[in-house]
Structure formats: structure tokens, C-alpha cells
T-cell receptor, first 116, second 111 residues
Framework: GAVVSQHPSWVICKSGTSVKIECRSLDFQATTMFWYRQFPKQSLMLMATSNEGSKATYEQGVEKDKFLINHASLTLSTLTVTSAHPEDSSFYIC????????????FGPGTRLTVL | DAKTTQPPSMDCAEGRAANLPCNHSTISGNEYVYWYRQIHSQGPQYIIHGLKNNETNEMASLIITEDRKSSTLILPHATLRDTAVYYCIVRVGNQGGKLIFGQGTELSVKP
């Protein structure tokens, strides 16, 4: 139980285009999901908290107009990187809270974004 | 949420127990200790969590000191596949709070 998937697992795009990443909780409902970003040899950095049916809460320094988050259902959250640039190249990871186990967060496998 | 301190790296021989320490001297009474690990280029994997009692599951054991200011994650028989970065995080439970990752401990299991 408590499986989180992400799609795609990797994506390469041209500078200036937009990329959408999906995060799904496969066997549980998640009212809260989180999006993280990880650069090489660094730890995970929280970008935003996504609550089903409401606007996401972004961490300080994260541009909400650049990183659009939608949490339309209890099993799906999406992150859209708009007008991507090479500096947006990173490993993007989502997590979902499984309330039945003390709000433990379960993570997806991550999406590797490369912007050319 | 309280901050944690972990050694940046540790080595362990395959088949031996790996004991990973974590200091969380400012932990509050309602904060849980969570352990995750991240194998290279994968998402973090939940290992175990606890409040004040020692916990054990199929992956590991968590030993929390009586004053709750530190804890130790024990992998009883480390294998090469346990090579990963291990993160100790404290967080209030049952409130849907975010996890703030530190630098973790890079565990290398050697044959």
C-alpha cells in the first residue's frame, strides 16, 4: 500500500516550452501532496504544498506563476513548469500524505527534467 | 519543526549492523522522529517513525533516548542495496505538516 507514481520519469524539452508532471497516489486518497526539487549532490528542497480543491502554498523564493500546481482530485496533483529554462533542469519529486499512518508522507520516484 | 544533526557520511561492512545516529535536542513533545532514505536518482523511501517508544519493522529499528534528544536507526544486517542517503526528520504528527530535509548521512555499505 501507499504507492505514489509520477509521470513522466524523465523529460527533455526546449527552452521556452512548458512541461507538465503528474503525481498520483495509486492506492489511497491524499488530501495533501507536496512538490520538491533536488539539484545534483544537494538535499530535497520543498517547493509547495498542494491541497485538494484549493490553491497551493508556495515556499519562499518559489515563483508561483512559473511553477503551476493543480490538485484537482484526491489522487492527482500536477506541476507545470512554464517557459522552462536550463536553470529549471532538476529532479522533481512529489509526495502524498497517508493519513492512516500518522500522516506519513510517501514519495514518488521522481521526474528528471532537462531543459536544452 | 526541530532541526536535526547527522554525520555526513558513514561506512558499514556488508552483513554487519549499521547504526545511524541523529541528534534532535530541541524536539518538542508532540514531534515525531521520521527516517527516510534516498537511493541515488530515486524518490525518498519511508523507513520508520516513532514518538518516544522504540519501534521495529521489517526494514529497521528505531531507538529513541528517554529524553528524546537523540535517536539511532539500526539496519540489522546491512546489504549493498542499503547504500543510500539517510534522512532523520522531526515533525509534528497527525497535522499533515511538511517535511524539511537536511543533508542526511550518506551510508556506504562495503563488501
Amino acid at each position: 500500500g501507499a504507492v505514489v507514481s509520477q509521470h513522466p520519469s524523465w523529460v527533455i524539452c526546449k527552452s521556452g516550452t512548458s512541461v507538465k508532471i503528474e503525481c498520483r497516489s495509486l492506492d489511497f486518497q491524499a488530501t495533501t501532496m507536496f512538490w520538491y526539487r533536488q539539484f545534483p549532490k544537494q538535499s530535497l528542497m520543498l517547493m509547495a504544498t498542494s491541497n485538494e480543491g484549493s490553491k497551493a502554498t508556495y515556499e519562499q523564493g518559489v515563483e508561483k506563476d512559473k511553477f503551476l500546481i493543480n490538485h484537482a482530485s484526491l489522487t492527482l496533483s500536477t506541476l507545470t513548469v512554464t517557459s522552462a529554462h536550463p536553470e529549471d533542469s532538476s529532479f522533481y519529486i512529489c509526495s502524498a500524505i497517508y493519513r492512516e499512518i500518522t500522516d506519513t508522507q510517501y514519495f514518488g520516484p521522481g521526474t528528471r527534467l532537462t531543459v536544452l | 519543526d526541530a532541526k536535526t544533526t547527522q554525520p555526513p557520511s558513514m561506512d558499514c561492512a556488508e552483513g554487519r549492523a549499521a547504526n545511524l545516529p541523529c541528534n534532535h535536542s530541541t524536539i518538542s513533545g508532540n514531534e515525531y522522529v521520521y527516517w527516510y532514505r534516498q537511493i541515488h536518482s530515486q524518490g525518498p523511501q519511508y523507513i520508520i517513525h516513532g514518538l518516544k517508544n522504540n519501534e521495529t519493522n521489517e526494514m529497521a529499528s528505531l531507538i529513541i533516548t528517554e529524553d528524546r534528544k537523540s535517536s539511532t536507526l539500526i539496519l540489522p544486517h546491512a546489504t549493498l542495496r542499503d547504500t543510500a542517503v539517510y534522512y532523520c526528520i522531526v515533525r509534528v504528527g497527525n497535522q499533515g505538516g511538511k517535511l524539511i530535509f537536511g543533508q542526511g548521512t550518506e551510508l556506504s555499505v562495503k563488501p
